[in-house]
C-alpha cells in the first residue's frame, strides 16, 4: 500500500491526504478488532484482557509494530494479540469460538458501516446530479466524483476503511497460527487433523505466516492480483452493491 502510493500517480499533497486516510483507518480498524476479542472474552466470564488494559479502544495498548508496518506496506498485518484464558470460559467451546471470532466480526460490521455509509451519501449525490439512484453508483462509492456535493475525500476515505477491513477480515481467517482462523479450524477441524499435526502448525505458524506475505507481496507486484485482497475488495464490492440495490429499492 505505501509503497504503491508513493510511486503511484498524483502531486504529494493527494498522495499525503491518502496516507493519513489510510493511517487513521489502519489504527481505528485494529483498536476495534482487538476490543472485540477483549470484550468477548468479557462477556463469556474471562476477564484477563479488561485486567490488562485491552479491552479499550485506545491504540496503543493494540499496535504491534511489525504488524503495522506490514499493514501499510502490503496492506495487511495484525495487532497485538489480546491475552485470554479460556478457563475461565463459562462454556469453553461457545466462549473459544465468540472470542477467535469478534475480532474479524467487528472488521466486518465496520466495511458494512462504510458501505451504508457511502452509499447513502451516493444516493443523494446522484439525485442532485439529475441521475438515477442505481446509475454510476458502485464508481462514486468508490472514488467519488468532481460534480458530486460530498467531497471526493470522504467517498476515498470510506472505500479504504471498508476495503481494509474486509482485508482484516479475510486475513485473519486463515487458518494458519496465531491468527484467528487457526482457532476456529482447531475447534472444527482439530480432532480430523490430529494433535501432533496441530502442534507442528503452532511451532511454524509464524515461518508460513510470513511466507504467505511474501507470497502475496510477490504475486501483487508481478502479476498485479493478491488473493487476500481480491478477495477482500471483492466482498466489500458485494456490500455496496446490496446497498445500490436498497437505494434504488428506496429511492
Sequence with gaps: MLISVLLGEGDIITKATYLVMYLIAIIFSLSLHEWGHAYAAHINGDDTARNMGRMTLNPIAHIDPMGF?????????????????????????????????????????????????????????????????????????????????????????????GG???????????????????????????????????MWLHRNGTYILYGLLILSAVLSRVSDFSPIGTAAYWIYDKFCALFAWLAGLVF
Design 69 to 161: 508496518i506490514l499493514l501499510l506496506v502490503v496492506g495487511f498485518g495484525w495487532a497485538k494479540p489480546v491475552p485470554v484464558n479460556p478457563r475461565n470460559y463459562r462454556n469453553y467451546r461457545k466462549g473459544e469460538l465468540m472470542v477467535s471470532f469478534a475480532g474479524i466480526f467487528m472488521n466486518l460490521m465496520l466495511a458494512l458501516i462504510a458501505a451504508l455509509i457511502a452509499s447513502v451519501l451516493a444516493s443523494f449525490d446522484l439525485r442532485a446530479m439529475g441521475y438515477e439512484v442505481t446509475a454510476p453508483f458502485i464508481s462514486i462509492v468508490s472514488y467519488g466524483a468532481s460534480d458530486t456535493t460530498v467531497p471526493w475525500q470522504i467517498y476515498q476515505f470510506l472505500y479504504i476503511l
Design 164 to 198: 481494509l477491513n474486509c482485508c482484516l477480515a479475510v486475513f485473519n481467517l486463515i487458518p494458519v497460527y496465531p491468527l484467528d482462523g487457526s482457532h476456529i479450524f482447531e475447534l472444527f477441524f482439530g480432532k480430523l487433523v490430529g494433535a501432533k499435526a496441530l
